[in-house]
């Protein structure tokens, strides 16, 4: 018995038009590129090409591709050599190659001398090569002045990590820092064994994440107990060798330290000094940090931290891309302040 094998239909324009929920003209309009077609319309129509095979698939992917805006996105982070603004590029980059609303042109670059005025100067250098600009950096008078004159050139800048006052005009996004502070708090209440005295680690109050981080700390401690002994803060100004000494010098005259809340960089330093009290057989307060790197990692794996509070940076990453898009491509469009959730780890989850 013969069995009658016929070849598969090679799918059609008007399959791609059915599967698509468009009309047949539509599709013929993507594919001939005869007049303009909504990006969403022609998305939805490179998709139905692709699931049913169709021939011409790659024709309609390029059309797709071409209808895309081209924007060009700075990012100007902190200091170069630290871990977790490394981790924020790539993480910019990768949002960057994976977004699919424009094709983005990523120029990201570092502020190691942290300076006011020569970040403002930075920040106007790039006005000629961006159409948006992200950036973290102190609130200060110039830098906001830097942010204004950007934003009546047309550049939309948003504010990540630390936000801007108002009068800057820039977007925001990063975590709730008053949430962050208290977190810290929180940690530090629970696992201390008793109250006691508290400190708290910054790089600089300029910083409004770590104003608001530190502020919110210490209203958590003076709620839970009259019993805790606040500190006056301690400054690690993003310098790991000045943060090194500045914690030896704390530990030395406070051995009976309950609580640290390092709350801005140097990191490398803190963890320096309190890897060297904990050999010396001394008791170690109970430490929480900002972001999880392989430095901090290794600070959990040794107790010598006990909680990690992180900024999620492929979150941040992602939605600093598409607000800056969204400012560049929409008329008018006030910027946003959009807050993403505290990513928490221990020893236990790490």
Not at 49 to 57: D, I
Not at 106 to 123: E, H, Q, S, T
Not at 158 to 177: F, K, P, R, T
Not at 332 to 338: S, V
Request: hydrophobic content about 45%; proline content about 4%.
């Amino acid at each position: 018995m013969s069995k009658d094998i016929r070849p598969k239909r090679r799918p059609t324009m008007e399959d791609v038009a059915r599967e698509a929920g468009v009309s047949l003209s539509t599709v013929d309009r993507v594919l001939n590129m005869r007049a303009d077609v909504r990006l969403d319309t022609a998305q939805r129509i490179a998709a139905a090409a692709a699931r049913l095979g169709f021939h011409a698939k790659g024709v309609i992917a390029q059309r797709v591709l071409n209808d895309k805006p081209t924007v060009r996105l700075g990012f100007l982070l902190q200091k170069s050599g630290v871990a977790f603004y490394q981790g924020l590029a790539q993480a910019l980059s990768n949002a960057a190659a994976a977004f699919s609303g424009a094709r983005i042109r990523v120029m990201i670059g570092y502020l190691d001398d942290l300076a006011p005025a020569i970040v403002a100067r930075r920040l106007l250098a790039l006005r000629e090569q961006v159409d948006g600009l992200g950036v973290v950096a102190v609130d200060h008078p110039i830098v906001r002045e830097a942010i204004a004159q950007l934003r009546d050139a047309g550049i939309p800048v948003v504010a990540l990590i630390s936000e801007m006052s108002n009068a800057a005009g820039a977007g925001y996004v990063g975590v709730d820092n008053r949430r962050m502070g208290r977190t810290a708090g929180w940690f530090i209440t629970r696992l201390a064994s008793r109250p006691g005295a508290a400190a708290v680690m910054v790089s600089s109050q300029r910083f409004q994440c770590q104003e608001l981080c530190e502020f919110s700390f210490r209203s958590y401690l003076t709620e839970h107990s009259s019993d805790w002994e606040l500190l006056a803060s301690r400054l690690t100004l993003e310098d790991d060798e000045f943060a090194y000494g500045n914690t030896l010098d704390l530990l030395a005259s406070e051995p009976d330290l309950a609580g640290l809340y390092v709350a801005g960089g140097g990191i490398a330093g803190v963890l320096r000094a309190l890897q060297e009290h904990q050999a010396q057989k001394a008791r170690l307060p109970v430490v929480v940090c900002h972001d999880l790197t392989p430095l901090t990692r290794d600070g959990l794996n040794a107790a010598l931290v006990h909680a990690v509070l992180s900024h999620p940076v492929a979150i941040v990453a992602h939605h600093a891309l598409a607000e800056l898009v969204e400012a560049i491509t929409t008329t008018d469009r006030p910027m946003t302040r959009l807050l993403m959730p505290i990513q928490i780890d221990v020893p236990e989850s790490v």
